[in-house]
C-alpha cells in the first residue's frame, strides 16, 4: 500500500544535542510537510517542500531545518533541541499545493529531550 | 490569519449515545475541510473530507456537514462505541496549508 511511513516513531535525545526524524513516502507526491504538535495543542506547519523548492513559515525557530534529498525523503533536523521542542512531529505529502489536494499523514515521531 | 476552534475542549458520554462535534473558523475562504481522529500518542487518521462546494460527508456511522458562510462544521457519529475514543480534529484547507483546531477528546463510557 502506498504510505507515509516516519523513523523513528519514538526519539529520545538530550538537551542540546542535534537530532534527525525522517519521513519517506511511496505517493510519489510533489510536496512534503513538516508539522509540530505540542501536547494537547493543534498541530503547526513549520515548513513544506514543493519538490526541490523549500518554504519556511514565517514563526518557525531558526533551529529546525529540512532537507529533501530527492522526492522519497525528507528530513527534520532540530540542531540544538530545547526542553520547549519535545512534542509530536508529523510528516504530510500531497500530490500539489492547491486546495483540492489531500494531505495524507505519517504516524508521527513523539520526540521526548531530556 | 484564520484561526479554527473546536468547543468542547472535551466530552464524556454513555455508550450507544449519538456524539456531536463543533468545529468553526475565521476565514470563509477555504479549499476543504477536513476531520481527523487522533488516538494518544499517536498520528493523525483521516475520516472525512469535504470540500468547499459539498454540504456534507456520510462514512458509516459518520456524517460531517459544513456552513462554509457562518464558518461551522459539524462532526457527527451515531451510535457512540467505546472504540470512538479519541481526540477528534478539524482542519481547514486554504492555499498550501492546513490550520488545525486543539481538537475534542471524547471519551465513550461502556
Known amino acids: 500500500d502506498a504510505m507515509v511511513i516516519q523513523n523513528p516513531r519514538y526519539q529520545v535525545t538530550q538537551f542540546g544535542k542535534p537530532v534527525t526524524l525522517s519521513c519517506s513516502q511511496t505517493?510519489?507526491?510533489?510536496?512534503m510537510y513538516w508539522y509540530q504538535q505540542k501536547s494537547s495543542q493543534a498541530p503547526k506547519l513549520l515548513f513544506h517542500?514543493?519538490?526541490?523548492?523549500?518554504?519556511n513559515e514565517a514563526d518557525t525557530p531558526d533551529n529546525f531545518q529540512s532537507r529533501r534529498p530527492n522526492t522519497s525523503f525528507c528530513f527534520l533536523d532540530i540542531r540544538s533541541p530545547g526542553l520547549g521542542d519535545a512534542a509530536m512531529y508529523l510528516c504530510?505529502?500531497?500530490?500539489?499545493?492547491?486546495?483540492?489536494?489531500?494531505?495524507?499523514f505519517g504516524p508521527g515521531t513523539r520526540l521526548t529531550v531530556l | 490569519k484564520q484561526e479554527v476552534t473546536q468547543i468542547p475542549a472535551a466530552l464524556s458520554v454513555p455508550e450507544g449515545e449519538n456524539l456531536v462535534l463543533n468545529c468553526s473558523f475565521t476565514?470563509?475562504?477555504?479549499?476543504?475541510l477536513q476531520w481527523f481522529r487522533q488516538d494518544p500518542g499517536k498520528g493523525l487518521t483521516s475520516l472525512l473530507l469535504?470540500?468547499?462546494?459539498?454540504r456534507e460527508q456520510t462514512s458509516g456511522r459518520l456524517n460531517a456537514s459544513l456552513d462554509k458562510s457562518s464558518g461551522r462544521s459539524t462532526l457527527y457519529i451515531a451510535a457512540s462505541q467505546p472504540g470512538d475514543s479519541a481526540t477528534y480534529l478539524c482542519?481547514?484547507?486554504?492555499?498550501?496549508?492546513?490550520?488545525f483546531g486543539a481538537g475534542t477528546t471524547v471519551t465513550v463510557r461502556a
Open positions: 504530510a505529502t500531497s500530490r500539489g499545493t492547491s486546495g483540492v489536494n489531500e494531505q495524507f
Open positions: 505517493l510519489n507526491h510533489n510536496v
Open positions: 517542500y514543493y519538490d526541490k523548492d523549500f518554504n
Open positions: 476565514d470563509s475562504a477555504i479549499y476543504n
Open positions: 469535504i470540500q468547499s462546494s459539498q
Open positions: 482542519a481547514v484547507r486554504h492555499d498550501y496549508k492546513l490550520s
